[in-house]
C-alpha cells in the first residue's frame, strides 16, 4: 500500500482542496507517483472520471475537486479518488454518489445512519487508489471538530483512524480566530482521534508572517504540535477552478471590461465552474448574480448555468424577477447560453412526471427556445468529443444530467456530440443551449465565440493557465511549508 498523508481543516472553506492540489503537484516534481483521495464529497460542481473495468463509454460522478487533484498528479480522474460524493438537492436532502454511480437519495438525518453502509466502500475505494502509488494526498471534509457526528464519521478521524493514516491539520487564519480553533480542536478531540494528528500549518495569511511567531509559540503551548509552517494568501488559486459554491457568496464584480458576463446565482447552481474559462479572459467580466439583485442591464451575455433541481431553480428564478431582466435583455439585442439545467430552463415547459427532482413536477419555462424537456430516471454521465455547429469547432467536456429535451429549436443543434446532435439554438441565433459542460474550455471555439460578440483576441490557452497556477502554488508551498516533514510523515 502506498504511504499516505491526510489534510483536514479546523472548519469548512479553509483551502485545503488547493492545499492537497498543491501538494499533489510539489510531490509529482519530487518524481513520485502520487495520487488524490477524499472519502466524502459534498459538491455540486462534479466531473466525470473513469470507472476502471467498466467497458461502457459511460463514467462516472466525482467532485471537481479530486478531477483538479488528479491533473495535478498528472494522472487521469478515477471514480475511486471521491468514493463518496453527495449532492444536494434540497435543504436538508442529497442524491449519495457512491464509485461514481447514484446510490439513491437521503435526508441529512437518514445519511447519518447510512454512513456506516458506505465505509466499506470508501476502504474498498482506498485500496484501489493505493495501487501503484508512492504516495496519496487525502483531503477531509468539514472539520474533525464536529465531534456530534464522530460515531458514524467516515470523511475525517473516522476514515483516518481505520485506515491509519496521520494528519495535518489545516487553519485558516483568514477568517480570524485561528488560534482558538487549532487550540480548540485539540481540546474537544477524544485521544484516539488526536494522536493522530502530527502537526498543523496555517493557511491564507496575508502580510508579514514573522508577525505570527507568537501565534505559532501559543498554539504550542495549548496543544504540543509542530507547525509545518505559515501559506501566504495563494494569488495563484484564483485562477484554479472552484469547488464548492460559498466561493460565490465572496465574488465581487472585478474592474468593467469590454465585454460583461452575468450568471443567475441559483440555488443548486452545479459546474459553475464551466465560467471559469471566461473568467481567464483578460477582456471578459463574469458578474455571479446573487438572489435580489437584478441581472445588470449592462451585460452583453446571460449564461444560465447548470441546475441539481432545474424546477426549483426555474421557479426561484421567476421570484427573483430574473425572467423579467432576461427578457429586457432579449429586447435590447443580449445573447443568452444555457448549460444543462439552464438549457432545460430556456424552453417553454419542463415536466417532471415521476418527481424526480421533487414534488413539484412541471414548471412553465423562460420561452426563449421552442422546445420542452421530460426528466426520465436514467442519467446521463460521460466525457465527450463534439464539435460546435455554428464555428465548426472542435470541443471537449463532459455531459451528467437528467432529461429528454425536444422541440422545433432542436433542429438548429449547437453541437454534435459522438455524431448526436445536441442542445438548439433561437432563430436569430442569440440564445443557444446545450447539454454538454466544458463547452467554453475549448479555446478556439471561445475565441470565435467571443469574436461573434465583439471581443477580438479572445481564446487564451486555458489548460496551460491552469498547469502554470498548479505549478506556482506548488512552488509557494515548497517555499512556506516542510513538505520534507510533512511527506516523511506519510505512512
Not at 216 to 239: N, Q
Request: some cysteine; hydrophobic content about 40%.
Amino acid at each position: 500500500m502506498a504511504k499516505a498523508i491526510m489534510l483536514q481543516g479546523t472548519g469548512s472553506d479553509v483551502g485545503k482542496t488547493v492545499l492537497v492540489a498543491g501538494l499533489c503537484r510539489a510531490a509529482k516534481k519530487r518524481g513520485l507517483k502520487v495520487r488524490p483521495f477524499k472519502p466524502q464529497n459534498m459538491s455540486n460542481n462534479a466531473a466525470v472520471a473513469d470507472i476502471p473495468g467498466d467497458n461502457s463509454k459511460s463514467g462516472g460522478e466525482i467532485g471537481r475537486a479530486q478531477w483538479l487533484q488528479a491533473i495535478a498528479c498528472g494522472v487521469a480522474p478515477s471514480v475511486h479518488m471521491n468514493p463518496v460524493l453527495l449532492k444536494p438537492q434540497t435543504d436538508v436532502g442529497a442524491q449519495v454518489i457512491v464509485q461514481g454511480k447514484v446510490f439513491g437519495e437521503a435526508r441529512a438525518r437518514d445519511y447519518q445512519a447510512l454512513k456506516g453502509r458506505l465505509m466499506d466502500a470508501v476502504l474498498d475505494s482506498w485500496a484501489k487508489v493505493g495501487e501503484g502509488a508512492d504516495l496519496i494526498l487525502v483531503e477531509g471534509a468539514g472539520s474533525p471538530a464536529e465531534i456530534n457526528l464522530r460515531s458514524r464519521d467516515i470523511a475525517n478521524m473516522g476514515f483516518a483512524t481505520r485506515a491509519d493514516v496521520p494528519v495535518v491539520l489545516v487553519g485558516d487564519i483568514d477568517r480570524g480566530g485561528v488560534i482558538a480553533s487549532v487550540a480548540g480542536t485539540h481540546l474537544i478531540l477524544p485521544e484516539e482521534d488526536r494522536r493522530m494528528i502530527v502537526g498543523y500549518l496555517i493557511n491564507k495569511f496575508r502580510g508579514d508572517v514573522s508577525l505570527f511567531d507568537d501565534g505559532i509559540k501559543a498554539i504550542d503551548s495549548f496543544t504540543g504540535w509542530r507547525c509545518f509552517g505559515v501559506v501566504p494568501w495563494l494569488k495563484a488559486a484564483a485562477r484554479l477552478p472552484s469547488e464548492d459554491s460559498v466561493v460565490l457568496e465572496r465574488l465581487a464584480s472585478g474592474e468593467a471590461r469590454a465585454l460583461k458576463v452575468a450568471v443567475p446565482m441559483l440555488g443548486r447552481i452545479a459546474n459553475f465552474d464551466d465560467l471559469d474559462p471566461l473568467k481567464a479572459e483578460p477582456q471578459v467580466e463574469v458578474v455571479f448574480v446573487p438572489p435580489g439583485k437584478p441581472l445588470p442591464e449592462d451585460a452583453g451575455l446571460v449564461v444560465i448555468p447548470g441546475s441539481k433541481s432545474t424546477i426549483g431553480d426555474l421557479l426561484k428564478f421567476r421570484e427573483n424577477g430574473w425572467d423579467r431582466d432576461l427578457a429586457a435583455h432579449r429586447k435590447r439585442g443580449g445573447h443568452v447560453v444555457g448549460i444543462c439545467g439552464g438549457f432545460q430552463m430556456l424552453g417553454r415547459m419542463v415536466r417532471d412526471p415521476d418527481g424526480i427532482e421533487g414534488s413539484v413536477t412541471e414548471a412553465e419555462g423562460l420561452g426563449l427556445l421552442d422546445i420542452e424537456t421530460v426528466m426520465e430516471p436514467e442519467k446521463t454521465v460521460r466525457n465527450v468529443s463534439a464539435r460546435s455547429v455554428q464555428f465548426d469547432l472542435p470541443l471537449d467536456g463532459y455531459e451528467i444530467h437528467l432529461g429528454r429535451t425536444t422541440g422545433p429549436d432542436t433542429l438548429r443543434p449547437s453541437a454534435v456530440i459522438n455524431g448526436v446532435e445536441d442542445g438548439a439554438i433561437s432563430a436569430d441565433g442569440k440564445v443557444i443551449g446545450t447539454y454538454m459542460h466544458g463547452l467554453f474550455g475549448a479555446d478556439a471555439f471561445r475565441g470565435k465565440f467571443l469574436e461573434s460578440l465583439g471581443i477580438k483576441d479572445g481564446g487564451i490557452d486555458y489548460r496551460a493557465e491552469v498547469e502554470r497556477a498548479l505549478d506556482e502554488v506548488a512552488a509557494e508551498l515548497e517555499t512556506h511549508l516542510d513538505c520534507n516533514a510533512i511527506f516523511g510523515l506519510a505512512r
